[in-house]
């Protein structure tokens, strides 16, 4: 694998990061909360001017709003957005997963009326995967789509579905097969949420003033266009997705940055005169040069246009620990200053909370590297 950056990635990460330092000033996401009014307002803002520029998109195909480039621009800019707090918003799902999954499977009809719009900044999407009783186990989802006539009917219950308060439409499982069929019986849907039956519930939490909501659906009719790919054969559309997400957010590029203030705060303050501090931050700062040296490897797959292998997991499993690690050693040097709402280690400490959690826990990604790298035996 070529290590060093190609001149034209490194130009555009220069020419990216003097308009970010201009454009968005001394503005800084303060809080995790991806969610909320105040910051949703701001990104879709953002991300307009951004998309004027022909930089929410340079990676999609031409035809669909894109800049034809490649995958590492696209990942340039997401270590640029993430490390200065995202100020994409929720939109980072759209060009990260929603808006490849529409090019890869979607109808020309979808991608005809579906991409313009994510690449104009102009809408945001929300994933409607997990249930109260499918999470890890997310084939035993149990939300029903039935199909009448050139319409389905959908009915069931979505949890933790993040932004859905702020989104346009929904990146929705249901069940159109039986509950036995399990996996493949699992259809992906693309919703409108503005459409009759659809309720968005609030649900308070931990990661950020307001990101997490319930979604309850109630005899929602939505055209047979909306359905993703073929009936019953989501789940395949399901594990390319999760593949993208895994990685689609360099947490790696913001938990270094946080490492670096730490070390600064931590000098100004004597306490890099015990060395196992020094220790504790040699280990951090690996940590995260390993999760982005594993990241890159899944771009470096993803450029050669290859489908998405078992590296993935790795590479989420390693930034998870980098964010973990990042993460404690806020809150060891600085005790519980470091958990006061805005301090250094706060957003850091529940963003490693939720990373381990969400896109298949921290375990889920340990038990796949034993089983599909290792070749270790499932129980
Ligand atoms: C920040 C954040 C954002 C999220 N956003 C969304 C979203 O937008 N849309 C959406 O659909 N969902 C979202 N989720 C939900 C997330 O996908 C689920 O929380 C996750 O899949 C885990 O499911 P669960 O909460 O039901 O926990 P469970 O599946 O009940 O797991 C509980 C614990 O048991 C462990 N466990 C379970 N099974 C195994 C096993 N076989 N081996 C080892 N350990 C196991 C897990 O690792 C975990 O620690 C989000 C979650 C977070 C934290």
């Keep these: 694998m070529e290590s060093s950056w190609e001149p034209a990635d490194a130009a555009f990460r220069e020419e990216l990061s003097a308009y970010l330092d201009e454009e968005l000033g001394g503005w800084e996401r303060s809080?995790?909360?991806?969610?909320?009014?105040?910051?949703?307002?701001?990104?879709?803002?953002?991300?307009?001017?951004?998309?004027?520029?022909?930089?929410?998109?340079?990676?999609?195909?031409?035809?669909?709003?894109?800049?034809?480039?490649?995958?590492?621009?696209?990942?340039?800019?997401?270590?640029?957005?993430?490390?200065?707090g995202e100020p994409r918003g929720p939109q980072y799902m759209n060009v990260n997963w929603v808006g490849p999954a529409l090019i890869k499977y979607g109808t020309q009809e979808q991608k005809r009326t579906l991409l313009p719009p994510i690449a104009r900044g102009e809408v945001f999407w929300?994933?409607?995967?997990?249930?109260?009783?499918?999470?890890?186990?997310?084939?035993?989802?149990?939300?029903?789509?039935?199909?009448?006539?050139?319409?389905?009917?959908?009915n069931g219950q979505k949890i933790w579905t993040s932004y859905a308060n702020a989104a346009d439409h929904c990146f929705l499982l249901a069940r159109t097969g039986?509950?036995?069929?399990?996996?493949?019986?699992?259809?992906?849907?693309?919703?409108?949420?503005?459409?009759?039956?659809?309720?968005?519930?609030?649900?308070?939490?931990?990661?950020?003033?307001?990101?997490?909501?319930?979604?309850?659906?109630?005899?929602?009719r939505?055209?047979?266009?909306?359905?993703?790919?073929?009936?019953?054969?989501?789940?395949?559309?399901?594990?390319?997705?999760?593949?993208?997400?895994?990685?689609?957010?360099?947490r790696y590029a913001r938990?270094?940055?946080?490492?670096?203030?730490?070390?600064?705060?931590?000098?100004?303050?004597?306490?890099?005169?015990?060395?196992?501090?020094?220790?504790?931050?040699?280990?951090?700062?690996?940590?995260c040069e390993a999760a982005r040296v594993?990241?890159?490897?899944?771009?470096?797959?993803?450029?050669?246009?290859?489908?998405?292998?078992?590296?993935a997991y790795q590479a989420r499993a390693a930034m998870v620990q980098a964010e973990r690690a990042v993460g404690d050693l806020a809150l060891d040097v600085m005790g519980s200053e470091a958990l006061v709402e805005g301090a250094l280690g706060d957003a850091q400490f529940r963003n490693s909370l939720g990373a381990g959690i969400a896109a298949g826990s921290y375990e889920v990604q340990l038990n796949l590297i034993s089983r599909l790298i290792l070749n270790l035996p499932k129980e």
């Design 31 to 84: 809080e995790t909360g991806l969610g909320s009014a105040v910051y949703t307002d701001f990104s879709r803002r953002f991300v307009r001017r951004l998309a004027d520029r022909g930089w929410l998109t340079p990676h999609w195909p031409e035809e669909y709003g894109g800049g034809g480039q490649g995958a590492w621009q696209h990942f340039v800019l997401g270590e640029e957005m993430w490390k200065r």
């Design 126 to 154: 929300c994933q409607g995967f997990s249930e109260p009783e499918a999470g890890t186990d997310l084939a035993a989802l149990r939300t029903r789509a039935v199909r009448d006539g050139d319409d389905y009917i959908l």
């Design 222 to 250: 939505v055209p047979a266009g909306c359905l993703l790919g073929e009936e019953n054969k989501g789940w395949r559309i399901v594990r390319r997705t999760l593949a993208y997400e895994r990685v689609g957010a360099p």
């Design 178 to 220: 039986t509950l036995a069929d399990g996996r493949d019986g699992i259809s992906v849907f693309l919703l409108p949420l503005r459409t009759p039956g659809v309720e968005v519930r609030r649900i308070e939490g931990l990661v950020g003033e307001h990101s997490f909501n319930e979604l309850f659906l109630t005899d929602v």
């Design 255 to 287: 938990a270094a940055l946080v490492l670096d203030r730490l070390a600064e705060w931590s000098r100004a303050h004597g306490r890099l005169r015990d060395t196992g501090v020094q220790e504790q931050f040699g280990h951090a700062r690996t940590l």
């Design 294 to 311: 594993l990241v890159y490897r899944v771009i470096d797959e993803r450029a050669k246009e290859r489908e998405p292998s078992a590296y």
